[in-house]
């Protein structure tokens, strides 16, 4: 079956302007989660979605960030007034049953470059 | 402060000899632990996990050992091969957490030689 989509595949966008992110998860998965990967650094969670629940927005560096899911499936993630440092590929994972299951499947990223 | 830590970012091996890539915690409270395979410009792939009820799970080539009270874990590669070659990620997870998120290491970028 598909997997986790992602596009853009790269983005290269300039300081202080706004960009989406957006990301279709595996049919069925009810989690949905946000990673970035920044350069030399391991997978920093986001943010969390888990069916209709209130998101864990824990993970998120800054209030210029945010992320919906609309309908349960797919997501955007919102980065407003971009600056140099939100440089990193960003990365989407969908789950089926957290909790009872703990493997995350992931989509290939997109690549954000702020210049 | 880092939870988990790959303490080696690279690793160069003879195609057919062994792969071993570490793995320390700090969180007493991760309970699961999953290893990762990335290629460039790809997601990372599920490869193997472990739960902490045990010490070992094998899969074909691939065997995942923990030690609990070390707070250490090592994933084997036998025998390793040129497609083996990627960065590998250890990951750990709270069950008891609220939001079932991946605690990631760096990674380690193994290399199997031809």
């Known amino acids: 079956g598909a997997g986790v989509s992602q596009s853009p595949s790269n983005k290269v966008t300039e300081k202080g302007k706004d960009v989406e992110l957006r990301c279709d998860p595996i049919s069925g998965h009810t989690a949905l989660y946000w990673y970035r990967q920044s350069l030399g650094q391991g997978l920093e969670f986001l943010i969390y979605f888990q069916g209709n629940s209130a998101p864990d927005k824990s993970g998120l560096p800054s209030d210029r960030f945010s992320a919906e899911r609309t309908g349960g499936s797919v997501s955007t993630l919102t980065i407003q007034r971009t600056q140099q440092e939100d440089s990193a590929v960003y990365l989407c994972a969908s789950s089926r049953n957290p909790g009872l299951t703990y493997e995350q499947y992931f989509g290939p990223g997109t690549r954000l470059t702020v210049t | 402060d880092q939870q988990v830590k790959q303490n080696s970012p690279s690793l160069s091996v003879q195609e057919g000899r062994i792969s071993i890539l570490n793995c320390d915690y700090t969180n007493s409270m991760f309970d699961y632990f999953l290893w990762y395979k990335k290629y460039p410009a790809e997601g990372p792939t599920f490869l193997i996990s472990i739960s902490s009820i045990k010490d070992k799970n094998e899969d074909g080539r691939f065997t995942v050992f923990l030690n609990k009270s070390a707070k250490h874990l090592s994933l084997h590669i036998v025998p390793s091969q040129p497609g083996d070659s990627a960065v590998y990620f250890c990951?750990?997870?709270?069950?008891?957490?609220?939001?079932?998120?991946?605690?990631f290491g760096k990674g380690t970028l193994l290399t199997v030689n031809p």
């Open positions: 990951a750990a997870y709270n069950s008891g957490g609220s939001n079932y998120k991946l605690t």
